[in-house]
């Protein structure tokens, strides 16, 4: 079964907002804007939450396996990996990692294989509500320009102040070590995926993007179906859930929404 939209993807970047960590755009031959805006802890989701259910869901496999799509430049995966490492119970979850994360988008992956982020005030006031340690994950980079005497007081009585609408970080191995960032079409990607009951696909807030093709919605889920086996689960996003009834559709392809944006395989 083909899946594939009958279109590929460029890579021109527009329409600048202000949004988190990344606010670029990209568009297809047909004019379609995808967004890769994100930020850290993205809030259509409990993080910790899913966390906790994942470690104990999984907890008598060996490996579990997390695919994540529309990758963007990290902020989601590595989301994902501080709310397992920093988990209530401190259990080790090293056999989740490390994260598979692809994005169709060439200039999006080399930013996030760069190793570096930019932070806004929303990803810093997200990572301070979650009770992150800043300086374990992120390290400030020095700014291309000069500073005036408000701005570096300003640091110096907040060191994670953020000056102007984003700042660039360096992100700590301890994330970076854990995420493989690969460029790749998720609609080509799907049906290659190998899943023994042990497989968490991360694919938030890019399904929206196609709510006027209701056909590649129902063919993905219908892969996505034949792809994961019992057990495994599947986490979209609010702009999914807002623009699609993709909740009746996993439904009747035996998945149960069994926490907010979070569905399992049930048979």
């Known amino acids: 079964m083909k899946i594939m939209p009958a279109y590929s993807y460029n890579t021109i ?3 600048p907002v202000s949004f988190g960590s990344t606010d670029s755009y990209y568009t297809t031959e047909t004019g379609k804007e995808i967004g890769n805006n994100t930020w850290l802890f993205r809030d259509d989701i409990n993080w910790y939450n899913l966390a906790e259910l994942e470690i104990s869901h999984f907890q008598h496999k060996d490996k579990v396996n997390i695919i994540q799509f529309a990758a963007s430049d990290g902020s989601e995966g590595y989301t994902q990996i501080m709310s397992l490492l920093e988990n209530s119970k401190r259990k080790d979850v090293s056999k989740f990692f490390p994260i598979q994360s692809f994005d169709i988008n060439e200039f999006i992956i080399n930013k996030a294989q760069s190793g570096k982020i930019s932070l806004g005030e929303k990803d810093i006031q997200h990572l301070l509500n979650n009770s992150i340690n800043i300086s374990k994950y ?3 980079m020095p700014f ?3 500073l005036s005497g408000r701005e570096l007081e300003a ?3 907040n060191p994670y102040k953020i000056i ?3 700042n660039k970080f360096k992100v700590s191995d301890i ?9 790749g079409d998720m609609f080509k990607i799907l049906p290659r995926i190998k899943d023994n009951s042990n497989t968490i696909i991360l694919c938030r807030n890019i399904l929206g993007y196609f ?3 209701p056909n590649i919605i129902k063919n993905f889920v219908e892969t996505l179906s034949k792809v994961m086996k019992q057990g495994s689960l599947f986490v979209i996003g609010k702009l999914d859930a807002d623009l699609l009834k993709i909740e009746k559709l996993l439904g009747d392809k035996s998945f149960l929404q069994i926490n907010k944006n979070v569905f399992l395989k049930v048979k």
Do not use: A, H
């Open 144 to 146: 291309s320009f000069n």
């Open 138 to 140: 992120f390290e400030r």
């Open 13 to 15: 970047c527009k329409k």
């Open 155 to 157: 640091l110096k009585n």
């Open 211 to 213: 709510y006027e093709e």
């Open 175 to 183: 994330l970076t070590s854990r995420i493989s960032f690969k460029q």
């Open 164 to 166: 102007g609408i984003r």
